[in-house]
């Protein structure tokens, strides 16, 4: 006979039937006979003419069942193979097939959340791509601010030479106006010189004339040229010296004023280059007053785009952490409670992530309707 042993029964089948087996490796499901091994004592047995005899036996079998192998070496593994096979019982083949029922029940279930965390895993890994994309824009945005902080320093820097500049312009204007104006008390003191100087040869020259009527009145007619010797010719070379003085201080006086005018002009000149400068001055300090205040405000919104995009990629670091955890954990086959409660965390903590991260993205949205709202507020008011 030819023996197979499936599962817990032992077929046998015609020696013809070896030549088949061993070349189409099936086996023919109609044998002569089975055996079935669950709760059977094998071991080995000395018998005549079969020097390596099996003996089978049950309590049900009526009679002992005895088989021959070819060697020692096939018969100890004859001898395994069917007490491992016997041990295979009704009630135990049962059990098996619940527990592989159940195996394969939470193989399912096992399969179907993996599924759901590949899922998970796809939308957070879009998520994450989306996150990295508005962080390279961050990073751009924070170049630019770089570039225009650098740019208001040149600008604040310029403006601040244009000042000082200015101020030393403002300086000389000043140092300019006080000699004007020096200038101008001393034409003044020398005008109101020369007009006393004037009154004082108006008032001889009146007192020449009355005293050349009273010499005119008292003396004779002429009767000779050498009388014109007299007095009264010193009386008129006198007169006439007193009339060219006058002429040269009045010239002297025209010159003082028209000095004085120059001068006027020129304080007024001053004075309006000093009021221009001034309020070229206060523009200046205004718009370098303003740049200051944006240039802090750029600062400020810098540090805190720096602060949200630090917090932002700390958080990237801790979804991507989880991420790998929760792959890992995936992937492992080697599953326990423990393991689970983790892979629960990890997927909490990824939930509260995007979840933050739709709450934000849902304020930006909302942020026109809301600046909206807000002027309307104010234009109530």
């Excluded at 005008?191 to 008292?218: A, D, P």
């Excluded at 007053?289 to 405000?297: C, G, I, M």
Aim: charged share 35%.
């Amino acid at each position: 006979r030819f023996f197979i042993i499936k599962e817990s029964f032992l077929l046998y089948y015609a020696e013809s039937e070896k030549k088949s087996f061993e070349s189409n490796k099936y086996f023919n499901i109609h044998p002569k006979g089975v055996i079935p091994l669950g709760g059977c004592i094998v071991e080995p047995k000395e018998e005549p003419n079969m020097p390596y005899a099996i003996k089978i036996s049950h309590e049900d079998f009526h009679g002992n069942i005895v088989l021959a192998a070819e060697s020692e070496f096939e018969q100890a593994q004859w001898l395994e193979m069917l007490q491992e096979s016997g041990k295979v019982t009704w009630k135990n083949a049962q059990l098996g097939e619940a527990m592989i029922e159940s195996l394969e029940a939470q193989g399912l279930q096992l399969a179907k959340e993996k599924q759901e965390y590949l899922d998970k895993l796809m939308e957070e890994t879009e998520e994450l791509c989306l996150q990295r994309e508005q962080k390279e824009e961050l990073e751009r945005l924070n170049q630019i601010l770089e570039a225009e902080k650098h740019r208001f320093e040149e600008v604040v820097r310029e403006l601040r030479l244009e000042q000082e500049q200015i101020r030393r312009e403002l300086e000389l204007t000043a140092h300019s106006l006080k000699g004007v104006e020096e200038e101008k008390k001393e034409l003044r003191s020398l005008t109101q010189s020369l007009q006393n100087n004037l009154e004082e040869l108006s008032l001889e020259k009146q007192q020449m004339l009355e005293m050349l009527e009273e010499n005119e009145s008292q003396l004779p007619p002429p009767t000779s040229p050498s009388k014109e010797q007299g007095p009264i010719w010193g009386l008129h070379c006198s007169l006439q010296e007193i009339e060219q003085k006058m002429q040269q201080l009045l010239e002297e006086k025209l010159l003082a004023e028209k000095r004085m005018k120059e001068n006027e002009e020129r304080s007024r000149a001053l004075e309006e280059e000093r009021a221009f400068y001034s309020s070229q001055s206060q523009a200046l300090q205004n718009s370098l007053s303003e740049l200051t205040a944006e240039k802090q405000q750029t600062e400020r919104d810098l540090k805190a785009e720096v602060k949200v995009r630090m917090d932002l990629e700390k958080r990237l670091r801790e979804a991507e952490e989880a991420l790998q955890s929760l792959e890992q954990g995936l992937n492992s086959l080697d599953r326990n409670k423990e393991k689970d409660e983790k892979m629960k965390a990890d997927v909490s903590n990824l939930r509260k992530f995007f979840e933050e991260c739709i709450r934000n993205a849902e304020l930006e949205a909302k942020m026109p309707v809301i600046m909206k709202n807000s002027v309307y507020i104010h234009k109530a008011a």
